[in-house]
């Protein structure tokens, strides 16, 4: 499916290479983060319910957990200081 949606697109895929997934490790790293940050720690009852929790997770990982790359402080936060710097000025 995502083979044909790509080519109806006009959007070509890049594969990497077999046996290197280094290649890709930004997608390596959070594979692995999810399977070890909660996939591997509940049991879901249906398709949805595991949906409705990824969604809900992916959220707080990438808004609200503090982030190394900003300082130590959650996105944000980092967003309120752009805002408050912004409005000082104006």
């Not at 083979?3 to 697109?9: C, D, T």
């Not at 594969?15 to 997608?27: D, K, L, S, V």
């Given at each position: 499916?995502?083979?044909?949606?790509?080519?109806?697109?006009?959007?070509?895929?890049?594969?990497?290479?077999?046996?290197?997934?280094?290649?890709?490790?930004?997608?390596e790293r959070y594979n692995r983060t999810v399977r070890y940050d909660w996939l591997s720690h509940y049991l879901f009852d249906s398709v949805t319910e595991l949906q409705n929790f990824a969604t809900e997770w992916l959220w707080v990982y990438n808004n609200e957990r503090p982030n190394m790359a900003l300082g130590g402080i959650t996105p944000m936060q980092r967003l309120a200081q752009i805002n408050k710097s912004t409005s000082e000025l104006h």
């Open positions: 499916l995502l083979v044909a949606w790509a080519e109806k697109h006009q959007i070509a895929l890049c594969y990497i290479q077999p046996g290197n997934p280094q290649q890709n490790a930004y997608i």
